[in-house]
């Protein structure tokens, strides 16, 4: 069945989930696929770019504090005779950052450019260790260059942990920025300590890829669990609906059984009411099954009832409902069907036992298996309660066997009534 391969492929899934839970709980670092790999970091990506998106303006507000605060500060502590020079280099560096979270948001925002948005991350990234390391490395303040470490090391690490890039491209593109801006210094001679720029560049570009390495394991980790997780509720699912399937279905017919019928006939019994259109019921028996049971054994009476609550299935329409009642009865209700169409409906179950052709030597009527079947029609009789509706349509079944079986009885609810 259907349901059995999911459910068994769902179960492999999940072991293979659990398997790669096992495997990166141990180490840190890519246990994936290359599959799930490729999944992860698109969708690691797509969240970066959505939380780029939804917290922008508080990234603007922040940033704005920000300025506030190293504006007046950075007035204060330089030296007056360098304060245009270095005033002027600070304040380029505050409007160069602002505008590289500007550009990367319009990345993160415009559909058009979201493709791209990995690709600018990087190259913003390189863009701003080179400009700011030039910006802030060549002011002539020593305070200011101190400053310089820590705000060329806060890149680094907002380019890891912001972009959603993966640590490995991330320290590819530090490690190219660290190196061309050593190289321009030293093309252009400026005045500077290639040791000390060395090492911060170098130090937070490892310290950031270090960092971001250790988030996205936990990031991986926590993937992990919900893909479990999610396995595990899709496995629920089929788990409910099969067991709702058996509660409404007849186990050896596969059709609906007696508790849906009762559930189905409320609501046609409403309905009819309701919009006083025609509700007709059919009652069918098969005809000395009994018998049928007693020679063939029950094995074959199963097949039987199950070929016969196929046919009946199949001779019906869509809108049409059919139950096994219990035992060798079947029940088959006909919203918005008046006698005329019942005994259409009827005729054509009828005829679809007969070329079953199912041998019955036990049968007094014929030699294979034929049925009773009884007819009823409800009009949305007020004075006519569900349960008194069943009884008519019993009645009209017990007819058609008191007649000789192996035929079609209509019952009037009038004529039921006045009986």
């Known amino acids: ?57 508080g990234g603007v507000l922040t940033y704005f504090v920000f300025m506030v605060v190293m504006i007046p500060s950075d007035y204060w502590i330089i030296d007056q005779q360098y304060f245009v020079h270095d005033f002027v280099r600070c304040m380029l560096g505050l409007v160069n950052g602002g505008s590289c979270l500007m550009v990367l948001f319009c990345f993160a925002y415009y559909p058009k450019l979201r493709p791209y948005f990995a690709h600018a991350a990087m190259g913003l990234k390189f863009w701003a260790i080179v400009s700011m390391s030039w910006l802030t490395m060549t002011v002539d303040t020593v305070v200011l260059q101190h400053q310089a470490m820590a705000i060329l090391c806060i890149i680094y690490i907002l380019g890891y942990i912001l972009t959603g890039v993966k640590p490995f491209h991330m320290l590819v593109t530090g490690v190219s920025a660290a190196m061309f801006t050593i190289v321009l210094f030293l093309g252009l001679q400026v005045n500077f300590d290639a040791m000390v720029l060395g090492r911060i560049l170098t130090g937070s570009c490892v310290l950031g890829y270090v960092i971001s390495h250790m988030i996205f394991a936990r990031e991986r980790m926590i993937y992990l669990y919900s893909m479990r997780a999610r396995i595990s509720e899709k496995i629920h699912r089929i788990h409910n609906s099969e067991l709702l399937h058996l509660s409404q279905h007849d186990e050896l017919t596969k059709i609906s059984n007696r508790r849906t019928f009762d559930e189905m006939m409320e609501v046609f019994y409403q309905q009819t009411r309701l919009e006083h259109s025609s509700l007709s019921i059919l009652f069918i028996d098969v005809d000395f099954f009994k018998n049928y049971n007693d020679f063939y054994g029950h094995q074959k009476g199963d097949d039987v009832i199950f070929s016969i609550a196929k046919s009946i299935k199949n001779a019906i329409r869509h809108m049409d409902f059919v139950a096994r009642y219990g035992g060798e009865e079947f029940v088959v209700l006909l919203p918005e069907t008046d006698a005329h169409g019942a005994y259409a409906v009827a005729s054509n179950i009828f005829k679809a036992i007969e070329r079953l052709e199912i041998p019955h030597a036990q049968s007094s009527v014929s030699s294979y298996i034929t049925i009773s079947l009884g007819i009823t029609v409800y009009r949305g009789e007020n004075e006519l309660s569900k349960e008194e509706l069943l009884k008519i349509a019993d009645q009209a079944l017990y007819r058609a066997k008191q007649l000789g079986r192996n035929q079609i009885y209509y019952q009037s609810i009038r004529a039921a009534n006045i009986a």
């Open 1 to 57: 069945m259907e349901y059995k391969y999911n459910l068994a492929k769902l179960q492999y899934d999940k072991e293979k989930v659990e398997e790669l839970i096992t495997q990166q709980s141990r180490r840190v670092g890519q246990v994936f696929p290359k599959k799930l790999e490729q999944e992860f970091w698109s969708k690691n990506l797509e969240r970066a770019r959505k939380h780029l998106e939804k917290y922008f303006w």
